[in-house]
Nanobody
């Protein structure tokens, strides 16, 4: 099991940027498909972005062109750069490891590991 720790959340205004980081406190992230999901209050969990071991990336429709996911295997870290934030981006953001990509669809599997989440709040 990979122990994931997210950081970088906070309160920002519309149009601002934030960078979220996900680090493995135990285990290595290299070789795994990593992803960010988010869950707003009263809503279902939503896929945000994913990055495969070879650098291929996938994005949810609502964040395409604004968010960018990257990874640094040497630092055991995955980063989500969020630009042009809007109030609809307000949510708890979760880092996940060990996902599957089937026919370009990022899929949660039984052994997917999750971080504890970090709150992002965007004020209007």
């Amino acid at each position: 099991q990979v122990q994931l720790v997210e950081s970088g959340g906070g309160l920002v205004q519309t149009g601002d940027s934030l960078r979220l980081s996900c680090t493995a406190s135990e285990g290595t992230l290299s070789g795994y498909t990593m992803a960010w999901f988010r869950q707003a209050a009263g809503k279902d969990r939503e896929f945000v972005a994913a990055i495969v071991w070879n650098g291929d990336t996938y994005y949810g429709d609502s964040v395409k062109g604004r968010f960018a996911i990257s990874r640094d295997n040497a630092k055991n870290t995955v980063t989500l750069q969020m630009n042009g934030l809007i109030p609809e981006d307000t949510a708890v953001y979760y880092c996940a490891a060990k996902l599957s990509v089937v026919r370009n669809v990022v899929t949660i599997v039984p052994n997917t590991d999750w971080g504890q989440g970090t709150q992002v709040t965007v004020s209007s």
